[in-house]
């Protein structure tokens, strides 16, 4: 059972990492960005509904950060985060050139939520659904 104990605690240090980098994100949009330049590059990107959505993701990357970081119900986060990275992707960094705008680092954020949305928190997690 101890690789079961390994896997659980690698469970913890993804989910840690992910949650702090998205919620380094949703700090840069809730406190620098404000709701009205998220907005306003989310409408100059084309998204529909551009405040609604801006308000979603601010919400999706602070809160979800926090949630992660915590291990509270770590899978709802972890499938928001996933949509997330994943409409980041499809809008911004496949359209701009994928390795040109950084497309690495949401795609390994995609993959990690997606790990943690099927897998659950791990070790250390307030919650282990």
Known sequence: MLNGKFQSCGLAVLRIA?????L???YQKVFHMHLGGVAGFFGHLGIPLPTLSAIVVMTVEFVGGILL???LATRIPAALIAVDM???????????GYIKSG???PL?????AICLALSGG???SVKRA
């Open 122 to 124: 791990g070790c250390g």
């Open 69 to 71: 970081i915590t291990g």
């Open 108 to 112: 390994l954020l995609l993959a990690g």
């Open 103 to 105: 497309g690495e680092l």
């Open 24 to 26: 380094t994100h949703g």
């Open 18 to 22: 992910v949650g702090a980098v998205i």
């Open 86 to 96: 994943l409409v980041a992707l499809l809008v911004v960094h496949f359209r701009n």
